[in-house]
């Protein structure tokens, strides 16, 4: 960083400045897989207005008394088969500080740049990082929410976020938010690629691929949420890009949660249905996750692939996330070099 020319008048405050910050940002992860840590990392999550758009009033009760007296035991479980042991923590965190870290090194050529990573729900939050970025000097900071897709319960929540940590400034940094890049033809030529390196590794070729994106529920979309349309177009240029028909890349939607309609078709009926009509070879990718999580590795890896399995399909494949592969790095770095421009 710099600091002011010396010498200081004796009675100015220390001033650092100079540099400019990007702070990746993904959902967020429970300290641990206990009933309180889920509990906690539950509450604040579900508690957010972008997330669950219900009157806090109707909404609050319901959550406190109702859904966090059973959900957490029953998620925490699930997060118990998917936990990164090794390191005491869940996979979603572990790649997010690897991505940060290797887009650190892999943007060495600029010096003025300090990368860092937070997450929207748990720990460490935006508003600290926010903080020690512009402590340390940075007076522009570069917000990467780390979906794909844009929508309102992921991209605006994380940009709310970290506007909001501006309020707390006398000397605010300039913000920059990166706009969704579902349809950049580096992301678009790293799923391609990471679906033919996985396939050749099979024995087998699946007669049908799912690309599985995250749902919302319907009534988002019909506000006026382009999540819709931008996994539409994101499965589509991977479709030409692979040469493949629509009845080989198909697109559903996961996740349902709550007793609203969601985005359709749902991912779990739609394999059920498919093995029911005969597939016997299926693979599954989630182009809408940066990074493994409960939702690809439990959801999707595990249960879907059993229900494959159980209702008469024979082979079935997960493909996994970008993560933190030199293919998943050259998309962020790419996203994160084109919007700095105009600023190193
Ligand atoms: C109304 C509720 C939810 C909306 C809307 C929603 C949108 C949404 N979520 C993701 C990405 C992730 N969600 C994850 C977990 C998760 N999501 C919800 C609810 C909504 N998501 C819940 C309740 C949970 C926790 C698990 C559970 O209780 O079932 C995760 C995984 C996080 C992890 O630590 O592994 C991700 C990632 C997107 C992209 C999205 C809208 C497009
Ligand atoms: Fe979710
Ligand atoms: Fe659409």
Known sequence: MTTMPSP???????????????????LGTPEGTDYWSMRRYLSEFLSDKRVIEWSHLFWQPILQLIVLSKRPQKVGK????????????????????????????ALKDLPNVTVD??????????????????????????VFPLYPQYSAPTTATVNDEAFKALLQMRWQPA???VPPYHDDPAYIEALANSIQAKLATLDWEPEVLLTSFHGIPQSYFKGGDPYHCQCHKTA????????????KLQL???????????????????????????VKKLAIINP????????????????????????????FAHIPCLNDTPAGM?????????ELQGWV
């Open 330 to 338: 050259r998309v962020l770095e790419t996203v994160v070099r084109r």
């Open 78 to 105: 699930a997060y118990e088969e998917i936990w990164n042991h090794e390191k005491n923590e869940s996979f979603l965190l572990t790649y997010t500080r690897n991505q940060s870290d290797l887009l650190g090194a």
């Open 175 to 177: 913000l920059r938010t």
């Open 117 to 142: 990573w937070a997450m929207r729900y748990g720990k460490p939050s935006i508003q600290s990082k926010m903080n020690e970025l512009k402590d340390a000097g940075c007076e522009k900071i570069l």
């Open 252 to 278: 559903t939607f996961q996740s349902r949660f709550g007793p609203e309609e969601w985005l359709q078709p749902y991912t779990d009926k739609t394999v059920e249905e498919l093995a029911k009509t005969g």
């Open 288 to 315: 809408g996750f940066v990074s493994d999580c409960l939702e690809t590795l439990e959801e999707i890896a595990g249960e879907a692939g059993e229900i494959f399995l159980h209702n008469g399909g024979e082979k």
């Open 236 to 247: 589509r240029l991977l479709r030409e890009k692979l040469g493949w028909s629509k009845e």
């Open 8 to 26: 200081l008048p004796s009675d100015h405050p220390p001033v650092k400045f100079g540099r400019v910050g990007v702070l990746l940002v993904n």
